[in-house]
């Protein structure tokens, strides 16, 4: 037995061992039992009598419907044919909202209370990342199609076992930036909703929903986020920088990789600019490349004096030193991304 | 352990009324269930619930109930079934409330790691894991059943139940505190 296994069962024996059951406690919830059983037992009595009622007059009725139609004279309307029975939809109140559209799912959303971002792109292309690299390199990316509520995925890049898979969900645009989404056909493995690891069954988790919040264009709701000046601290040199993090208020999105690669986004996700970061002591540059879309190679953004707060989620600030682009996002504090 | 058990059964199974051999089970299953549901729900209340419910549902069951080790699993299996309706519920009224701005219990990998000593702990990590592995954790070392057993309760092969007693073990293991 290893000493996993070991502490487990110590751990069992000493929960389970504080739970005892006197005579007394079990005569109560045995006559509680006796009362649960006797409800039941009223409530199935009360519904085979009105399912014999239901029966008593379904049939005359019947047998006059059918002798009308063997006569020939039936001027009535046809009888109506019970239609299937109407399956409850356990998120109906969920899913209560406007069907996606591409033009209302356009953007990057993240999930509520996780660590996923999704980012829908025209026309027709889909991402899904929960490691601080939508924009550089997926875990998943691929193309999506809408029909009615349903968004389905079809797997074109991703982790090995990944590849060529369709996943499903339903999905409602609640209201402008929050979007409830149910999968239905959850990836397998790597796949799975959450990325849990390799093989694990995706019938194995309790929850197949996900409230996503729009980090790009920005909801009213993540544009409100604000820290209070007492909860900044100077940035210490243990804290990870790379990720992906919004500017405070919305707008823009920053994408910092462990190579040191660095993207800023706007609008519904498009690259602004792109370059290497670096950071020395409490500065943070971002130096742009020649591929940057609206900055010049070598164009310098230098933070200094970077602070940070914790809420839940880093947030970082710093002084502008050098802001060789203009780039609007410079002033900004950035707010990471769970991931 | 076995003749005394059967023969226990048969002298209840003689008996006219059904509530005489829930009777029977009841005083058999009704602490070691309870202790299931304990650990899996972390509420003795609503461990209670589920196991009550679980003895309704096999009253309703005439067939099982005439055959006791039926009857013992189906026992089991509805409290499993119940606990993870419960959690399902709970996590769908989740789903409901509010949007949270931020992550909910964003834990320090201090406040995430298993204190070795600390009563429950380990538990409180096996509930946090996914479903299967649990509920496998769970019939091996809550109901101390084999890997053959807990593969007929789950209705999973016994490769399964090999699977993810090691993923929930690792899982586990990766939590607990490296202590000096």
Known sequence: ?339 | MGERRASTWSEAAKGPARAELVDVLFRRHYAALLRLGVVMLGSREAAEDAVQDAFVALHRNRSTLRDPEAAEAYLRSAVLNRCRSWVRRQVTQRATRPLLLLREHEKSPEETTVVRDEVGSMVAAMRALPRRQREVLACRYVLGLSVAETARLLTISEGSVKAHTHRGLQSLQQRIEVTP
């Open chain 1, 1 to 339: 037995m290893s000493s996993t296994e070991e502490l487990l069962v110590r751990d069992i024996a000493a929960v389970t061992g504080g739970v005892e059951v006197t005579d007394s406690e079990l005569r109560q919830a045995r006559e509680v039992l006796d009362e649960r059983i006797e409800g039941r037992r009223q409530r199935d009595r009360r519904r085979i009598f009105a399912a014999v009622a239901a029966a008593a007059v379904v049939i005359p009725v019947a047998g006059f419907v059918a002798l009308q139609t063997l006569n020939g004279d039936d001027k009535s309307a046809p009888p109506v044919r019970p239609g299937p029975t109407k399956a409850v939809d356990p998120y109906a109140q969920f899913l209560d909202g406007a069907d996606p559209t591409a033009d209302l799912v356009k953007g990057v959303w993240r999930v509520d209370n996780g660590t996923v971002l999704v980012r829908f792109s025209p026309p027709n292309r889909v991402a899904m990342d929960n490691r601080g690299r939508l924009f550089a390199d997926p875990d998943i990316s691929g193309t999506y199609q809408i029909e009615g509520d349903l968004i389905t995925v079809q797997v074109e890049e991703g982790p090995a076992d990944c590849l060529g898979q369709t996943m499903a969900m339903r999905a409602s645009v609640t209201k402008r930036g929050l979007m409830h989404v149910v999968h239905t056909q959850p990836g397998q493995g790597d796949c799975a909703p959450e990325f849990p690891e390799v093989a694990d069954d995706p019938g194995s988790y309790d929850d197949v929903s996900w409230g996503l919040e729009q980090v790009l264009p920005t909801s009213k709701i993540l544009s409100g986020l604000a820290v209070a000046e007492k909860d900044w601290k100077k940035l210490s040199r243990q804290q990870p920088l790379a990720g992906d993090w919004m500017t405070q208020g919305g707008g823009q999105m920053l994408e910092l990789t462990r190579n040191g690669d660095y993207s800023v986004l706007a609008g519904t996700g498009e690259v602004v600019d792109r370059g290497q970061w670096s950071r020395q002591g409490s500065t943070l540059t971002l130096t742009s490349s020649g591929s940057s879309p609206s900055c010049s190679a070598g164009d310098r953004l230098a933070l200094g004096g970077l602070e940070y707060a914790n809420l839940g989620t880093p947030f970082v600030r710093g002084t502008v030193e050098e802001n060789g682009c203009d780039g609007a996002w410079a002033e900004k504090t950035w707010i990471m991304l769970p991931q």
